[in-house]
């Protein structure tokens, strides 16, 4: 093999220090002229399996009926599971101008996940890190999102390679950590919360999820996995809770059916509406500052 001359690895080398310095600090993706996204909330736990997606749904759901306009992105990119809990299963995305167009539900929700992009719902994603980072620079920059209030993004379990995509690409501005009471919740939360602050995302509570049962005969609230140490948690983060959730096999019911809008009981989650409400407007933010730069 032939070695290198010094001026071959000299460029080498400058090519890779320029990679480098290109991909240190976020390089937020531009949104499409067909986008006006006022308020995006990121759905995250520190491990799978806890109810992300079902507090994402909820969230856009409650959202939804409280009169706003609400979108879904879908960032599970590998493990979509949006589209099957709102009726969507059927359905493709479509394009316009080099756009996607978001499916929409029933209720006027509008979703983008892998999901819509498959022939059959259940073939596998099989995608290494840079094309799902592709994926979710087209589900936020290339998508016609219209004018939306809130843009839920339901995360990927973990503190993967997507979920460093998310945070360093689309302007995150606060998250909603789901939990369980069966985890060693303390380290948990606290591994999501350590992630959020790397990515200098604001985290706005905590919501507690399979917190506990209710009896069907006497209504009385079982905790089936143990009490509950979410009120600790939350206080040793000096962190809100915004919701504690049941198990009830009417959610699972209503989300495997594709039911969720229609099932989905009133003011399941009113203290994360509330605070999402409360939230600034960033695009008016960032009008406001352009103008502000140009006087
Ligand atoms: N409060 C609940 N009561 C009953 N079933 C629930 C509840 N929350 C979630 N489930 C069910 O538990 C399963 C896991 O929930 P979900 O998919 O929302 O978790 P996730 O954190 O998004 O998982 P992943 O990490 O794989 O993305 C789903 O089948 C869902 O319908
Ligand atoms: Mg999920």
Redesign the pocket.
Known sequence: MAQLTDEERERIQQEMAEGAQQQEGPQMFETSDLAEIHRVIGVV?G???????????MLAVELARAGHSVGILDA?VT?P?IPK?FGLSNTLLSALDDNIVPATTAGGIKVVSTNLMLRHEDDPVVWRGPVIAGAIQQFWGQTAWGNLDYLIC?M??GTSDVALTIFQSIPVEGLVV?TSPQDLVQVVVGKALNMAAMMEVPVLGLVE??SYATCPDCGRRIEVFGPSHIEETAAHFHLPVLGR?????A??AA??SGRIEQDLPQGMLPDAVSLAESLPDMLAERMREAVEGEG
Request: hydrophobic content about 35%; charged content about 20%; aromatic content about 0%.
């Open positions: 736990s491990k799978g399996g806890v109810g992300k997606s079902m507090v994402s749904g599970d493990g599971s809990m339901d990927p379990p789901v999820n399979m959730l049941p198990i009830d096999p959610l699972a989300a495997d």
